[in-house]
C-alpha cells in the first residue's frame, strides 16, 4: 500500500506535457505511480479541483534558515539553491545546513569571491554564517573587489574553488558585479575549472549600466565570449535586473549565442526592485545615477526602510556597516509602462528560469532574524520576493494574464531549473518532473486564488493558494497551514545521483 494517494487533482507534468485529472501514489519519497483510480494508500490527500505539479527549484535562495525556507515554502518551493555567491569552504557549508532545521532540499555552489578574498586580502572563508551577508566582509581592504588578481593568486583562487566542487559544491557562483577589478585571464581560467569539472557558473555579471564603456551588453558579450572560449555552461542570474533598460538588447545577444550551441541558461524574478548589501560595488561609480537610470534615492535602508539622500549618505551607511541589506528600486513597473515591458520580457525570456534571489529576514536593528517565531513577526524585513516571487509569477503572467500556458508556468519553476542543475548533480533528474520515478517533492495548489500576499510595505506576509507542500513525501504545508516539526530538507551536493 501506498503511503500516500493525492486523489482527484490536475497533475501537471512539464516534461511530458501532461495536464489532467489523476491520482498520485508515492512510497518512500517517491512518486510510484500517477494514473485515474489508484488503490488507496495510508493516507490520502483530496486535490479535487486543486493543480497537483512539482515542486519549485529555487536557483537564487540567499535565505537558507528555517524562516526563509517557511516563507518560501508558502511559494512553492522545496528546493532552495544558494548558487549566485555560494559559500566556502563547502563542506563546513553542509557540516552546518546539517545541524540545523531545513524544510526545504538545500544545496551551494562553491564561492568564487570568497576564494578571492582569502587569496587576495587573508580573510578566512567562513561557511557558518549568510552567504549574503557575508558579501560585506573584508570592506575595510577592498583589493580582492577592485583589482585584477596576480597569477600567484589566480592560482590559489582556483586551487580553493576546486577543493569546494570536490566538496560537493554545485557549480561556481560568480557575483561578478562585488569584484569587477577580476579580469579576464583569472575568469577564463575560472571557466575553464567549470568546463573540465561539468558544472555551471552562476553569474551576476560584473557591470551594470545602460551606457558604454562598461555596460550591461559589455558583461553579457564577455560571458557568451567566456561559454565559447572555454565551453563553460555559462547561467546568468536575474536577467530582469542587471540588464536594467538594456533588457531588448540582451536577449538578442543571448537568444543569438544559444541558437549557435553556447551553454548559456538564464533566470529572472517578477519584480522591478532587487536587493544587495549597502557596500557593492556597482554604487560606487561616480556616474552611478546616469549610467544605471536611477538616483541614491532609489536605494532604500532595510533595516530603517529609509530611501539615501546622496552619495554622502550612502558613504556614511557602507562606513558604518558594509553588510547591511537595501533595497534597489530599479524599475519602476508600477508607474512605467514600459519598465512593466522591459520586465515582462525578461520573465517571459524563452527557457528562462523563475528564480527568487530571496533574501535573509532581518531584525529592525538590521542583523539576521534566525529564530523560530511563527507567523514571522511584523518587525521582520526582507523582500516580497522572499515570500511571493513564483506565487506572484503564477497569479500575474498566468491566471491574470494568460501570457503562457498552465504546463509552460510550471517548466519554468521546476523542470526548466531542474534541467540546468542536471549535468553537475543527476538526482535533479527526478526533480521538477512528475512522473513514476520521480521524487515527491509535490505542491498541491488552488489556482483561483494562488498568489504572492507580501509587499513592500508588509513583507512578511506568506503568499496564499498553496494547500499541500510534499519534500521528499513529507507534508510541510497541508491544508494551507504550516507543519511546525517538520524538517525533511536534504542536501543536494555535486554529483548526487
Ligand atoms: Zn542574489
Redesign the pocket.
Known amino acids: 500500500m501506498p503511503d500516500l494517494v493525492i486523489r482527484n487533482g490536475r497533475v501537471v507534468d512539464p516534461e511530458s506535457g501532461h495536464d489532467g485529472i489523476a491520482d498520485i501514489a508515492i512510497a518512500d519519497g517517491r512518486v510510484v505511480a500517477i494514473a485515474p483510480g489508484l488503490d488507496a494508500g495510508d493516507r490520502e490527500i483530496d486535490a479535487a479541483g486543486l493543480v497537483v505539479a512539482p515542486g519549485f527549484i529555487d536557483l ?1 535562495a ?1 535565505g537558507q534558515s528555517l524562516p526563509a525556507d517557511r516563507m518560501q515554502a508558502f511559494d512553492g518551493v522545496t528546493t532552495a539553491l544558494e548558487l ?2 555560494g559559500a566556502l569552504p563547502v563542506a563546513q557549508w553542509y557540516e552546518t545546513q546539517a545541524r540545523t532545521r531545513r524544510l526545504l532540499n538545500y544545496g551551494t555552489a562553491t564561492a568564487w569571491l570568497f576564494a578571492r578574498k582569502a587569496a587576495m586580502i587573508g580573510l578566512a572563508p567562513d561557511a557558518t554564517g549568510s552567504s ?1 551577508a557575508a558579501m560585506g566582509h573584508g570592506a575595510d581592504n577592498p583589493r580582492w573587489s577592485r583589482e585584477a588578481a596576480t597569477p600567484a593568486e589566480v592560482e590559489r583562487i582556483v586551487g580553493m574553488i576546486r577543493d569546494g566542487i570536490e566538496q560537493g559544491g554545485l557549480g561556481i557562483g560568480i ?1 561578478y558585479a562585488y569584484a569587477p577589478g577580476a579580469a579576464a585571464k583569472e575568469m577564463s581560467l575560472v571557466c575553464d575549472l567549470a568546463a573540465a569539472t561539468n558544472t555551471p557558473t552562476y553569474t ?1 555579471i560584473a557591470q551594470m549600466s545602460n551606457i558604454d564603456p562598461k555596460s550591461s551588453v559589455e558583461a553579457y558579450v564577455m560571458l557568451i565570449g567566456l561559454a565559447g572560449a572555454t565551453g563553460a555552461h555559462m547561467h546568468i ?2 536577467l530582469n535586473s542587471t540588464s536594467l533598460q538594456d533588457v531588448e538588447r540582451a536577449t538578442q545577444l543571448i537568444a543569438k549565442a544559444q541558437a549557435q550551441g553556447l551553454n548559456i541558461t538564464t533566470e529572472a524574478y517578477p519584480y522591478g526592485t532587487g536587493s544587495t548589501v549597502v557596500s557593492a560595488a556597482f554604487f560606487d561609480d561616480p556616474a552611478f545615477p546616469a549610467r544605471t537610470g536611477t538616483g541614491f534615492g532609489s536605494i532604500e535602508m532595510l533595516g530603517e526602510r529609509r530611501t539615501l539622500r546622496d552619495r554622502d549618505d550612502l558613504d556614511r551607511q557602507r562606513a558604518d556597516n558594509p553588510s547591511a541589506l537595501v533595497l534597489w528600486h530599479f524599475l519602476d513597473i508600477d508607474g512605467n509602462a514600459r519598465h512593466r515591458e522591459l520586465l515582462d520580457r525578461s520573465v517571459m525570456f524563452p527557457g528562462g528560469a523563475i528564480a527568487s ?1 530571496a533574501v535573509p529576514w532581518s531584525n529592525p536593528d538590521g542583523s539576521l532574524y534566525e529564530g523560530d517565531e511563527w507567523p514571522l513577526g511584523d518587525d521582520k524585513s526582507s523582500h516580497p520576493r522572499s515570500a511571493g516571487t513564483f506565487t506572484r509569477f503564477l497569479r500575474q503572467w498566468l491566471r491574470e494574464r494568460q501570457a503562457l500556458s498552465l504546463s509552460d508556468a510550471i517548466a519554468k519553476c521546476s523542470l526548466i531549473p531542474a534541467q540546468i542543475m542536471e549535468s553537475c548533480a543527476p538526482a535533479f533528474r527526478r526533480k521538477g518532473r512528475l512522473s513514476a520515478g520521480a521524487d515527491a517533492d509535490i505542491v498541491v495548489f488552488d489556482l483561483d486564488s494562488i498568489g504572492e500576499r507580501a509587499s513592500f510595505a508588509r513583507m512578511n506576509l506568506p503568499a496564499e493558494g498553496m494547500r499541500h507542500v510534499l519534500v521528499g513525501g513529507t507534508p510541510i504545508v497541508a491544508d494551507g497551514q504550516l507543519l511546525l516539526d517538520a524538517a525533511p530538507g536534504k542536501p543536494l551536493r555535486r554529483g548526487d545521483r
Open positions: 537564487h540567499h549566485e555567491v549574503l557575483p551576476h542570474c536575474h534571489d
